[in-house]
């Protein structure tokens, strides 16, 4: 897996990760409510999910510590790429209200993959109600490298 970009609003990162906790919402399948590590994988100057938050005028990157992590090789991770991966998902992972049980997850896996494809997959499907740009999330740390960068200035985007 490519080197992934964290954004925090903390100076410092801790090598730790949150225990991942379901969204009980029978009517609303999302992601996890709190907990996990979240990234996505870094361009040279950004992300997907720094594109996605630019969009939103109501959020910001400002204020925020960027860390390039890079993924064990040996990390356990799910990719969801098609709709096939994630109706794969959904047999052994799913909850009653249609979303996934992230909790059993974090078991069998160090981390879920959204790709760029799997979002235009979980958009038809809305197995997952929410997560809209490519991007990880970390149910475990496991990565070789942790590295702090400077934020860039980024150009403004157009509404």
Not at 30 to 38: I, S
């Amino acid at each position: 897996m490519d080197t992934q970009l964290h954004l925090s609003i903390l100076p410092e990162l801790t090598m730790t990760v949150g225990q991942v906790c379901n969204v009980m919402d029978d009517n609303y399948p999302t992601k996890p409510e709190y907990g996990g590590l979240w990234t996505s994988t870094y361009t040279g100057v950004s992300s997907a999910f720094v594109e996605y938050i630019r969009q939103d005028k109501e959020c910001s990157i400002a204020n925020r510590s960027w860390w390039l992590l890079t993924p064990s090789p040996s990390a356990r991770i799910y990719h969801i790429d098609t709709t096939r991966d994630l109706e794969a998902l959904q047999q052994c992972y799913r909850l009653r209200n249609g979303g996934l049980h992230f909790d059993a997850l974090r078991i069998a896996y160090d981390g879920l993959h959204l790709s760029h494809g799997g979002c235009a997959a979980n958009w038809q499907s809305k197995l997952v109600d929410e997560w809209s740009c490519e991007s990880t999330i970390w149910f475990h740390w496991c990565f070789s490298a942790v590295q702090k960068i400077e934020t860039p200035i980024l150009q403004e985007t157009q509404s």
